[in-house]
């Protein structure tokens, strides 16, 4: 057992992404039940809400799962009190520092684990006292930094001694596999979870993945300081056409409001906003999470004997 095991209390090292909108009880419990680390997406709740969502999953698993929270939240400080009232075990953050919250967090036994997109970041978290880092490379969907997964992993991996969970690009056995040469304990995936059949998903949305190709993602919001990485779809383009063109920021944010709402609730996979990475390309098919997480696993043992001899 690896300390990132130790660490989530989990049979395998892996944490289902926290997918705003998607990532709901049902998908968390479901992937806790698996044997990997559930997570319920604080974001756009109301911290009465969120305390729902902590009592299903409780009534669907026994295991750990955690929430993570949206730090730039208006509701994260109360949010944060839910998830100590619940005694949540683990929170995984975005969006903002958790330096606030850390002497609540630890006064409570609860891990943090902050999603990172540099190697400054990572160091910077370490010095906080956060149990692990999340390094999340640019092929990760929805918001993303500036940095490659393959760049990424190693030097936040060489820059801490804190387990270093990889994120950004992650399919397969291989993915994996890559990820723990690069110096990492666990990985996150978001895309592959997304469509799980135990996800809120639309059928549209689900063949939309199990459609694409290597270049179906695009990247919006880089002008504005906020890139997301979604599929390419009617509303998408649009956005990136007048970002090209250099329209006003609140006609772009009046184009994207409530987009991954749509894509979630309405199954709306033309006006909606796909948050994707760029393995949606590799994904053939909808599985469980227990098959997911069972499956990568046993490529990724597969893919290990294969290259146990020298190389060269």
């Not at 409001?257 to 033309?270: C, M």
Request: glycine content about 10%.
């Amino acid at each position: 057992m690896n300390r990132v095991n130790q660490l989530l209390g989990t049979k395998y090292p892996i944490i289902q992404g926290a997918m705003a909108q998607l990532a709901t009880a049902q998908l968390a419990a479901a992937v806790s039940n698996a044997g990997g680390l559930g997570i319920i997406a604080a974001g756009g709740k109301t911290p009465d809400e969120v305390r729902e969502q902590i009592h299903e999953a409780r009534q669907l698993t026994d295991n750990n799962f955690g929430v993570n929270l949206m730090l730039m939240d208006p509701n994260s400080p109360k949010i944060a009190q839910v998830i100590v009232e619940e005694q949540v075990p683990i929170i995984t953050t975005g969006a903002g520092t958790p330096k606030k919250l850390m002497p609540v967090m630890k006064a409570n036994g609860i891990k943090v684990i902050p999603v990172i997109p540099n190697v400054e970041l990572a160091v910077k978290m370490e010095q906080l006292g956060v149990d692990a880092v999340v390094a999340e490379g640019m092929e990760a969907g929805g918001h993303i930094g500036q940095l490659t997964s393959q760049v990424l992993w190693p030097q936040v991996s060489d820059a801490v001694s804190i387990p270093v969970i990889a994120a950004g690009g992650i399919a397969d056995g291989r993915g994996i596999v890559d990820a723990f040469v690069d110096g990492a304990e666990g990985v996150q995936l978001g895309t592959l979870f997304s469509i799980a059949k135990e996800s809120p998903v639309g059928p549209k949305w689900r063949q939309a993945i199990i459609e694409a190709t290597d270049t179906s993602t695009i990247i919006t919001g880089l002008s504005l300081g906020a890139p997301v990485r979604s599929l390419k779809n009617k509303m998408a383009l649009k956005f990136s056409e007048l970002e090209r063109n250099a329209q006003n920021r609140e006609e772009l944010e009046t184009i994207a409001v409530g987009g991954l709402k749509k894509a979630v609730f309405d199954d709306d996979v033309e006006t909606g906003s796909l948050m994707a990475g760029q393995i949606s390309g590799m994904i053939k098919e909808a599985k469980t999470c227990r098959e997911i997480i069972e499956d990568l696993f046993n490529d990724a043992n597969a893919v290990t004997n294969k290259v146990q001899s020298p190389l060269f």
